[in-house]
């Protein structure tokens, strides 16, 4: 998982998302609460998932926290780490996000 660029959080934070399977489990957004798919678009504000009866949630990042698995892993994202354009973020060095593994 680490790069040449540092650290695992580094490389996460810098990921592109677009088909990682994404689980939203804290929300602002009741109706969202758990909603699980894999990542087909991604804005500066939202991660669009599509689930497997392949309907499309649009999902704020602001607030939310999201799950997803490597390698054995659960890890937890804060979407507030995320609030950037996928390109500029995966570009940029952006600040030690909050990650927590489970």
């Known amino acids: ?3 040449s660029s540092g650290t ?4 996460i934070a810098r990921m592109d998302f677009h088909g990682c399977y994404l689980t939203v489990t804290q929300t602002m ?3 969202l609460l758990n909603k699980s798919g894999i990542v087909a678009m991604e804005t500066m504000n939202t991660f669009t998932l599509v689930d497997k009866q392949d ?3 649009v999902v704020p990042k602001r607030r939310t926290v999201f799950s997803f698995v490597i390698e054995d892993s659960v890890f937890c994202l804060y979407g507030n780490n ?3 354009r996928p390109g500029e973020r995966i570009m940029k ?4 996000p909050k990650i927590a593994t489970v």
């Open 93 to 96: 060095k952006v600040g030690k």
């Open 82 to 84: 995320l609030l950037y």
């Open 29 to 31: 957004v009741p109706g």
């Open 55 to 57: 309907k499309s949630h």
């Open 8 to 11: 695992k959080w580094d490389d």
């Open 1 to 3: 998982m680490r790069g």
